[in-house]
């Protein structure tokens, strides 16, 4: 039965959908409509990602918008799949899927850019596990705020165009409102997926996925510039250097990526391999939050008893995750497995180097240093075992260096700080640079404003308990310009008062 007798199919201005995921081998998506929902409304709608699209506001916040967003109907050309993917899930093995979440299509934009339109909590899935395939409309508008709020940083993420409430319940540990995100991404193709194929395709499968990974994602990849790629130990007929040189880039992506994480204090709390996206953007907002007071040990996850996604082992666990998506791409790389291993271990090894490369080159530039050195690494390490000795803001500690008033931003004024900051001075002298240009490099690096998990909780409480969307409006306007400093903004910098509770943060399923 073809989609469009599934779901009633409408024409709206600006949507322009393709279906280039669906050519790919039938185990790796499923065929599946959006279940229908009682009484949809739009409670948030983004003009920023709709004129992204190109889409017609008219249409798609409008009542055949809503239609669309809460999967009632579903717009000309969306060949609805949920994809199928496994993963390492705190390390172990496992066969995963989209159990509530379900891609349209592709959508086309003016400028010629692919993104996957995807509705998540649109019901169940052949991959739902005796799940509901629903979602809850607090964590649909978490995902929206914290995806929202780290594009504004600069940090590759998923992006949202809208949250719909369902006009019905879910029953999680008690009864909440019902709601459907509708996400933007590069793609949803992740390590997990090629974990997928690895596991239950064949090479023929595994080469499909991969080639057409490279062609959405990695086009600069030709055979004839990969020359580089090839070695001594390449020249014992390796079948295509490319794959290797995919492998590069992705490492690449997740090394910045990673970093940028790092830079802004975020922890994303649950870095299994089916949350690690091979576009190199933030995916899978859970139990994700931005740290307060500087700890390397912080963890905000209610389900990662054992510390494995603690803010400081964030780099190594990409680095595991990138071994696993090594692993299904060796028999690409090379007919014999044992010369495989040993061409992509060499690159797999550079992980640290190049991670911490993008990390000293950001926390330089935070510092207002142009070019840090491996001389600078003493002075950085030496402001941040500070910051964690005398529990130090981790955000507004960079943000009172950048302005100078660590008074309204409550920094401390230790001997062991006074002493650190006339070395840092020393450094900044040392460069040929004007202060006015350290001063505006280091308003660009470090924000004045994040998601601050207490202004997020309370923005959630007004929206899911009183049904008061204006708390998340402003938050959402303030994160927009997150390097701006201003009066107004003052009260989202502060962090939680003394009395607040430990924060936890669960999965939101």
């Known amino acids: ?30 065929e599946i409509s959006p279940s ?13 990602v709709e004129n992204l699209l190109g889409m017609n506001s008219r249409d798609s916040e409008g009542a055949e918008g809503t239609e669309i967003l809460s999967g009632n109907e579903i717009p000309k050309g969306a060949q609805p799949i949920a994809q199928a993917y496994a993963g390492h899930q705190f390390g172990h093995f496992t066969m995963l899927g989209d159990g509530r979440a379900i891609i349209l299509g592709e959508q086309i934009t003016p400028k010629g850019e692919r993104y996957d339109i995807q509705l998540k909590g649109a019901g169940p899935t052949p991959y739902s596990r005796r799940g509901d395939g629903r979602a809850a409309l607090g964590a649909m508008l978490r995902e929206y705020i914290i995806s929202e709020g780290m594009y504004g940083l600069g940090i590759p993420s998923t992006r949202s165009l809208a949250v719909v409430s369902t006009g019905e319940s879910i ?18 193709i992740r390590v997990g997926t090629f974990e997928y194929i690895s596991q ?28 580089e790629a090839r070695g001594p130990e390449q020249e014992i007929h390796s079948q295509n250097p490319k794959y290797l040189k995919f492998f590069e880039e992705v490492m690449n992506k997740q090394a910045s990526l990673i970093a940028k994480w790092q830079l802004a204090g975020f922890i994303h ?19 994700c939050a931005f740290m307060n007071t500087y700890d390397p040990e912080t963890v905000f996850s209610s389900i990662d008893r054992g510390s494995r996604y603690a803010y400081k082992n964030q780099p190594p666990i990409a680095q595991w995750n990138l071994a696993r998506f090594a692993e299904t791409l060796l028999p690409l790389i090379h007919k014999d497995q044992t010369q495989g291993v040993k061409l992509i271990e060499k690159h797999l090894r550079q992980f640290p180097a190049l991670h911490h490369k993008y990390w000293l080159s950001g926390m330089g530039k935070k510092l207002g240093i142009f070019q840090a050195s491996k001389e600078d690494e003493n002075l950085i390490d030496e402001l941040l075992e500070i910051m964690k000795e005398e529990s130090l803001d981790f955000t507004n500690t960079f943000l009172a260096l950048t302005y100078g008033n660590k008074e309204v931003l409550e920094i401390r004024e230790s001997q062991g700080f006074t002493d650190w900051r006339g070395k ?25 404003v994040i998601p601050r998990n207490h202004q997020v909780e309370k923005a959630l409480a007004a929206a899911v308990d009183n049904k008061d969307y ?24 502060k962090p939680p008062g003394p009395l607040d509770k430990p924060y936890v943060t669960y999965c939101g399923t």
Request: net charge negative; aromatic share 8%.
């Open 424 to 448: 840092w001075k020393r450094r900044l002298g040392e460069q040929t640079e004007s202060e006015e240009a350290v001063k505006q490099l280091m308003k660009a690096s470090n924000p004045t």
């Open 470 to 493: 204006s708390v998340i409006r402003e938050l959402l306007k303030v994160l927009r310009n997150p390097y701006d400093y201003r009066e107004e903004y003052e009260p989202y910098q």
């Open 36 to 48: 229908p929902v009682k009484d949809p409304e739009i409670v948030i709608y983004n003009k920023a």
């Open 269 to 287: 709390g649950v870095m299994n391999t089916d949350n690690m996206a091979i576009s190199g953007e933030t995916i899978d907002y859970g139990p």
């Open 1 to 30: 039965m073809s989609v469009d007798l599934i779901k009633p199919v409408i024409e709206v201005q600006g949507w322009n959908l393709k279906a280039g995921y669906r050519q790919l081998p039938n185990k790796l998506f499923s």
């Open 200 to 227: 239950f395709g064949n090479i023929e499968e595994l080469k499909a996925l991969a080639d057409y990974t490279i062609e959405r994602h990695f086009p600069n990849i030709m055979e004839d510039s990969l020359e």
């Open 171 to 188: 029953l999680r540990e008690k009864e909440l409102p019902g709601a459907v995100l509708t996400r933007i991404a590069a793609s949803h």
